[in-house]
């Protein structure tokens, strides 16, 4: 609990991965990728719950063994097209069956293994200081996208309608939502909700958004890791 009010991880683990077989479970530094984000969860000093929703058995096991609850998602919510707005309503639903209500929400993938509790606790702090419904994290771009351009054949056009022809120094700062974090107010959530498009950001440093997609970013974080 942070300032009177009450705060809910739901930690999304869908069984089912393309890149990585069982990527949510798959070891990394000799500990399942999962536990990294759980880990990091029950370090925070405002927590109140810990939620994981997933239609894997395994998964599930894990979980309970590290003492988070568990929400059984439908198999219709663990498809390959499943957006996580889906599974995160249905857990709050799930929860108030249970009369259980939280006033924030805080998503957390488990594919951010870099994620640390100082940056769970900070956009808490930060959103809730602010008097904001909703945050989400960024972090600086090293190259701006007022340089960026669509290619169609040999034909380029600027992504932005922005000139270029400004000093870099004078360019706008750019950001990347990295889907380290996403706080929302539980009244503020909805189906139609886009968590990418959350308008404000709690920037983190870069080195800790390695988000994992094939074996490559497994060996990086195993690296990386090791550094923290």
Sequence with gaps: MYQNKSICAIITARAGSKGIKDKNLYPVNGK?????????????????????????????EDCLNEGINVIDRPPELALDTSKSIDCIIHAIEELKKQGKHFDYILHLQPTSPLRQSFHIDGIIKECIDKGLGQMLSV???????????????????????????????????????????????????????????????????????????DMIDIQLAEAQLKEL
């Excluded at 399942?32 to 395994?58: E, F, M, R, V, W």
């Design 139 to 213: 972090h600086q771009v090293k190259y701006n996208p007022i340089l960026v351009r669509w290619q169609k054949e040999e034909t380029l056009t600027n992504v932005l309608t922005q000139q270029s022809t400004v000093r870099r120094q004078d360019m706008p700062k750019a950001v990347y939502v990295n889907g380290m974090l996403y706080l929302s107010k539980t009244e503020l959530l909805s189906l139609d909700t886009s968590l990418n498009d959350i308008p404000y950001g709690f920037e983190v440093d870069s080195k800790y958004t390695l988000d994992i997609n």
């Design 32 to 60: 399942p990728l999962i536990n990294y984000t759980i880990d990091a969860a029950k370090q925070s000093k405002y927590l109140d719950a810990i939620y994981c929703t997933t239609d894997g058995a395994n998964i599930k």
